[in-house]
């Protein structure tokens, strides 16, 4: 029985890009909560001014905090880390996708798990706070049917954005590479590279034995065509569309669980009175004043 690293030596080149991305994901979050660890206790112990990288982070941290407060109260201030986490993680495997590893939110198998983790997390806190109350609404059996849209929203909306891009900048580079291609004769690179074709003796060869070909035709990638236009299909595709759909799918999943909390009726009475008694206590304040300088002009 061999290794693990003789298992990962020989097994490498059967990992999914996905897969990858997942690896190089998690690599990266984690390398920038070290980062931003140390940072901010040197800052906290030595003072001084804040550097770029504090600033940023502070300001990411910020707007993850509103966006939880705004979706679901400041009492919930505590999800942020979860805010941040999972825009974080759609963001930076979109960033990725600049350096050629594909997103790993292109496989459906990543956008249901993420979806999953919201769709159950709105049983637990219906149950939590509306107790054995947040199954009444199950008494109508189209509930029964529809309490699956969530997940099925979630999950396809983050997959198809995904996908939708990666197919066409794959598209686009294929075309790029086949105008270029046919400029000195040399026919379907793209599909020499990529799919079934014919040896000289018209039998099909499959794609593990036409592997080389892509260092055959590795001029192919450079190009006018590329060079021009791919940098800002690339900006939209993976910094803008990432960064919506990460904000997109925090946003629907703080809505989805505090539409499964209810109204918290005792909260709002309790911000009720603490308001009705800070009024209270103001005008009581405003009126003892005025009868002190009424006293002291009598006097």
Known sequence: MGSLGDTIKNNYNVWTPQFMSIIFTALIISLICLLYNVKIRNHDKNGGQMSGFLVLMEMYITFCENLVVSSMGKKYRKLTPYAMYITMYIFVSCILSLLGIESLATTYTVALSMALVTFFSIYYFGFKYQKWGYFKRYVNPIEILTQFSPLISLSFRLFGNMLGGAVILGLLYALFINIQAGFDGSGNVVGRIYNEV???????????????????????????????????????????????????????????????????KEDDKAEALERDSTKKHKLGHKIGHKKDKAVQVAL
Request: negative net charge; glycine residues 8%.
């Open 198 to 264: 014919e040896n000289a003796n018209g039998d099909k060869v499959l794609y593990d034995q036409t592997w080389n070909y892509q260092y055959i035709y590795f001029w192919a990638g450079f190009n006018i065509f590329t060079t021009l236009f791919a940098p800002w299909i690339h900006m939209y595709f993976d910094l803008f569309d990432g960064g919506i759909q990460a904000l997109v799918f925090a946003m629907l999943t703080f809505s989805y669980w505090q539409e499964a909390m209810g109204e918290d």
